[in-house]
């Protein structure tokens, strides 16, 4: 086995029980919604982006977004934050994926292969989606008031 090949394994392991730990955090996260959310709400201080400048940051709206995908909604988790539904289609892919090759112990090897473009395109979506809403926003739309 090559040192790429052996890197590249150790970081696919690495995510996958990282993987599994943010899918025992989202479950438990899902089983008290309600109470989870009245204490995002409160305990959440407001976007100091938002409140020196008026511009959305290139986070704003991930919180609802989570908080919204959880609930079942996942066009308006999408309108929220695009970054929340990317993460969780890709991310549950990789997850389903690997699990699947670890229990079928390698005789089916269709585990997701890590690709710095998945990260690539997630800043991406972060920009496009940081440029749309303050646009939106100077045009007097404001995306996360209206959702």
Excluded at 7 to 15: F, P, V, Y
Excluded at 76 to 102: D, Q, R
Aim: proline share 3%.
């Amino acid at each position: 086995m090559k040192k790429n090949d052996y890197n590249r394994k150790a970081e696919e392991r690495a995510l996958y029980l990282m993987g599994w730990v943010m899918v025992l955090f989202l479950v438990l996260a899902a089983l008290g919604i309600k109470l989870w959310t009245e204490v995002w709400e409160k305990a959440l201080p407001p976007c100091v982006l938002l409140k020196l400048t008026g511009l959305y940051c290139p986070g704003c709206g991930g919180t609802r977004a989570i908080i919204t995908l959880l609930q079942g909604h996942a066009v308006t988790s999408f309108l929220y934050h695009p970054l929340v539904l990317y993460t969780a289609v890709i991310g549950g892919w990789f997850m389903v994926s690997h699990t699947i090759e670890k229990i079928s112990r390698g005789r089916l090897p269709i585990g997701m292969k890590y690709r710095d473009g998945w990260i690539w395109g997630a800043l991406c979506l972060v920009g496009v989606n940081f440029v749309v809403k303050n646009i939106l926003l100077f045009m007097g739309i404001d995306v996360l008031r209206l959702l």
